[in-house]
């Protein structure tokens, strides 16, 4: 079963998130916050992590540079869902290893899950 490390500090965004996930029969890993999602992705290794950029603590962009610079984990599509609908914040995004990048306000959670399954179809 392929697995997705979804990091958002909304309690709300994570839990839809989460649910459509799981109903698409991806198995779930959540976290609110940057070192947390750190520590999910070393226990877990997950297949997709789904990343918003604003956490409390460290930047969704410092998660971003941690993970792309370890060996281990580098290969792991990240795709950004964030409120920073600004171009440079997109860019920045691509080139710290993003595969994807997703504003907030301009999607719903089936473009999450086409967005999802481009980079693994479901088993």
Same mark, same amino acid.
């Given at each position: 079963m392929r697995s997705i490390l979804i990091i958002e500090d909304d309690p709300t965004i994570q839990k839809a998130l989460s649910e459509v996930m799981l109903s698409e029969g991806y198995k779930v890993y959540t976290s609110?916050? @940057?070192d947390g999602g750190l520590e999910k992705v070393a226990n877990n290794k997950? +297949?997709?992590i789904l990343l918003d950029l &604003?956490? *409390?603590?460290?930047?969704? =962009?410092? =998660?971003? $540079?941690e993970i792309k610079n370890s *060996? !281990?984990?580098? !290969? &792991? *599509?990240?795709?950004i869902l964030s409120n920073l609908g600004d171009e440079d914040e997109v860019r920045q995004g691509l080139k710290l290893g @993003?595969? +994807? =990048?997703?504003? $907030?306000? +301009? #999607?719903d959670l089936n473009e999450v899950? %086409?967005?999802? %399954?481009? #980079? =693994?179809p479901k088993k």
């Amino acid at each position: 079963m392929r697995s997705i490390l979804i990091i958002e500090d909304d309690p709300t965004i994570q839990k839809a998130l989460s649910e459509v996930m799981l109903s698409e029969g991806y198995k779930v890993y959540t976290s609110f916050e @940057a070192d947390g999602g750190l520590e999910k992705v070393a226990n877990n290794k997950p +297949d997709l992590i789904l990343l918003d950029l &604003i956490l *409390p603590g460290k930047s969704g =962009f410092e =998660f971003l $540079k941690e993970i792309k610079n370890s *060996p !281990s984990t580098s !290969s &792991i *599509p990240v795709v950004i869902l964030s409120n920073l609908g600004d171009e440079d914040e997109v860019r920045q995004g691509l080139k710290l290893g @993003a595969v +994807d =990048f997703l504003v $907030k306000a +301009d #999607y719903d959670l089936n473009e999450v899950v %086409k967005i999802i %399954k481009k #980079y =693994f179809p479901k088993k």
